[in-house]
């Protein structure tokens, strides 16, 4: 069975400092592993994907995420946050063969003060 | 143009009642789904079809049957609606499915609220 587990519902920055939010997965076979931000009242975005092709993965708006595999992570960041990143960030774990089925973290809030 | 679209928006109703949501991806894509997102944000998977077949049925109770009419369309039709079944649900689709496709992005359409009172 796969999961994800993100650390921290919430995480508070200020605009202009770094953005890290957590995520470790657990899976039995090798994963591809996935962020997806929600803004409000929309539906689920992909941000970035890793598929075994590279280690750091950049992703759309400047965001980025480094699979490593000795610590079961796969953390997103963003060097510098804007207002507009402000959004219900996922992480999810797919197996990496057969049909595709996502299975989700359980979301961090990012709260961007001026 | 809209990718991934739901219909209602919005659907207020009593317990007891039957109610559908519509899903249509203008994609070309081959595989939908269907997730639960609960009062915490908690999103899960329910049903996938690829080329109008079904692949993943999770546990989900038989009050909710989808259909897939054309790789297109995927309808889900809730039966006896109960409190619990209050949830905001997704539709999405990616590219075409095969035994490699789980790399593929899903694209999401903007939720439809289920509200039963």
């Known amino acids: 069975a796969q999961s994800v587990t993100q650390l921290g519902s919430h995480v508070s920055v200020s605009e202009g400092a770094l953005v890290l939010l957590r995520c470790n997965y657990s899976s039995s076979v090798p994963p591809y592993l996935f962020w997806y931000v929600q803004y409000p009242n929309q539906g689920l975005q992909l941000l970035l994907k890793y598929t075994s092709a590279a280690t750091l993965v950049k992703g759309i708006n400047g965001f980025e995420a480094e699979f490593k595999k000795s610590e079961t992570s796969f953390h997103l960041t963003k060097p510098s946050a804007h207002m507009s990143d402000a959004a219900e960030y996922f992480c999810?774990?797919?197996?990496?063969?057969?049909?595709?089925?996502?299975?989700f973290g359980t979301g961090t809030r990012l709260l961007v003060s001026p | 143009d809209t990718a991934v679209s739901q219909t209602p928006k919005y659907l207020v109703t009593q317990m007891g009642n039957d109610k559908s949501i519509k899903c249509e991806q203008n994609?070309?894509?081959?595989?939908m789904y269907w997730y639960k997102q609960d009062s915490k944000k908690f999103l899960k998977i329910m049903f996938s079809y690829n080329n109008k077949e079904l692949i993943i049925n999770e546990t989900v109770p038989n009050r909710f049957s989808p259909k897939s009419p054309d790789k297109a369309h995927l309808n889900l039709h809730i039966n006896s609606l109960e409190l619990g079944d209050s949830a905001v649900y997704f539709c999405?689709?990616?590219?075409?499915?095969?035994?490699?496709?789980?790399?593929?992005?899903?694209?999401f359409g903007p939720g439809t609220r289920l509200t039963v009172l």
């Open positions: 999405a689709s990616s590219p075409p499915g095969d035994l490699y496709s789980s790399y593929n992005e899903q694209f």
């Open positions: 994609l070309g894509h081959d595989t």
């Open positions: 999810a774990v797919s197996r990496s063969s057969g049909f595709q089925k996502l299975v």
